[in-house]
Structures are given as C-alpha cells and as structure tokens.
Nanobody, 128 residues
Framework: QVQLLESGGGSVQAGGSLRLSCVPY???????????MAWFRQAPGQEREGVGV????????VYADSVNGRFTIFQDNANDTLYLQMNSLKSEDTAMYYC??????????????????WGHGTQVTVSS
C-alpha cells in the first residue's frame, strides 16, 4: 500500500518562497509501478488543479502555466521524496497542496481523477 505524506506548508508574504515535501511510503515494496507523481492544489470553493508533474521514468517535469518559471518539482534519488520548490509566491497561490501518485498512466497529468494515491494535503497561505 502506497501512502503519501506532505509537509512544508505555512504562511509567507507575497514574493517569498516555500518548499513542500512528499514522502512516499510503500512505493519500493508496491506491486504497482508509479509512473508519475504530481502536485495539485485546491483553494476554497474552487476545483482541484494540477500544479505540475514528475515522470519517474525520464525524470521530466511539466508545469501549469500559472506556476511555470516560479515552481520547480524534483525528486531525491536517495529516498524518492518529491519536492515542490515555490518561489515568487503570489496571493493566488494560496491553497491546500496535495501530492499524488499514479500507477496506471492513462490520461492527462492535470486530471486529478487519473491519480490513485493521495496525501492529506498541506496548507499554503500567501499574504499580500
């Protein structure tokens, strides 16, 4: 069973930075291969949206237009921890951030329905 644990959220002023972490438990022992891991976010009253994805095969990344150039996703080779480095934060980045993993790889990376493992989320609040 794969479990994801996020941390690193908090409150920050606009223009500041935060780094979120996602520790995947059980991935190495899982019978299912994880093809991609992604970060999603959801603000109150809004749909859950994809922030960016990390493909485990070639370690490539894709980002939503709203964060491209400001956010970076990378993975620690030693322990598979996934990170989301967020720079130049804006008030509109305020949301609950979730880590997700996909063992099927069928559809679009930004469709949250494609992911079968989820963390509980970590809150990011950016004040202007």
């Amino acid at each position: 069973q794969v479990q994801l644990l996020e941390s690193g959220g908090g409150s920050v002023q606009a223009g500041g930075s935060l780094r979120l972490s996602c520790v995947p438990y059980g991935i190495t022992s899982s019978i299912y291969h994880i093809y991609r891991m992604a970060w999603f976010r959801q603000a109150p009253g809004q749909e859950r949206e994809g922030v960016g994805v990390f493909y485990t095969g070639d370690r490539s990344t894709v980002y939503a237009d709203s964060v491209n150039g400001r956010f970076t996703i990378f993975q620690d080779n030693a322990n598979d921890t996934l990170y989301l480095q967020m720079n130049s934060l804006k008030s509109e980045d305020t949301a609950m951030y979730y880590c997700a993993a996909d063992s099927a790889y069928r559809g679009s990376w930004y469709d949250w329905n494609e992911y079968n493992y989820w963390g509980h989320g970590t809150q990011v609040t950016v004040s202007s």
